[in-house]
């Protein structure tokens, strides 16, 4: 690429996982249920917890699902494209929460099953970072950015999306399928191009 780069940002791989809403996790797993926190993510206050459930569709099933914590008032799966082969469905890339008019999947878990019409994803490949990293990088809430991973296996991502909140840890965040092509692991180091 001809244009200066101008930041550096450690790579995040994103496993399949789910977020749920409080009424979906209380089905799933009894009324009142709380999720267990077992490792702390990169992001302020998320963790993945150790309760997993099973995607269902009429084509296919994937097993042990990680749930992220804490409960978010919508649920929301996150698949890679080759998970979305696996159950036969075609959801669209979007950014997290915007489920609108996305592919549907039963969720079983060990105490019920919720029948999600609408909530599964290809999420968007997107930059978390602060206002500091904003300014830092000369972007801001929304932009989209280019990332480039050299290597063996040297990938360009386009259509990035850049979002900002203070809390934010910077990181970027692909999926496992993105990751792969590139030969990318967690916390490497890629460049990003405005």
Known sequence: MAEQAVGQVPAGISNRHLHVSREDLDTLFGTGYELTPAKDLSQTGQYAAEETVTLVTKKGCIANVRILGPVRPVTQVEIARTDAFALGVKPPVRDSGLVDQSAGVVIVGPEGAVTLEQGVILAQRHIHMSEK????FGVKDKDIVKVRAGGERAVVFENVLVRVREDFVLELHLDTDE????????????????
Not at 133 to 136: G, H, L, S, V
Not at 179 to 194: F, K, M, P, S, T
């Open 133 to 136: 990293d904003a300014q830092q």
């Open 179 to 194: 990751a792969n092509a590139g030969g990318i692991g967690n916390g490497q180091l890629l460049d990003v191009y405005r």
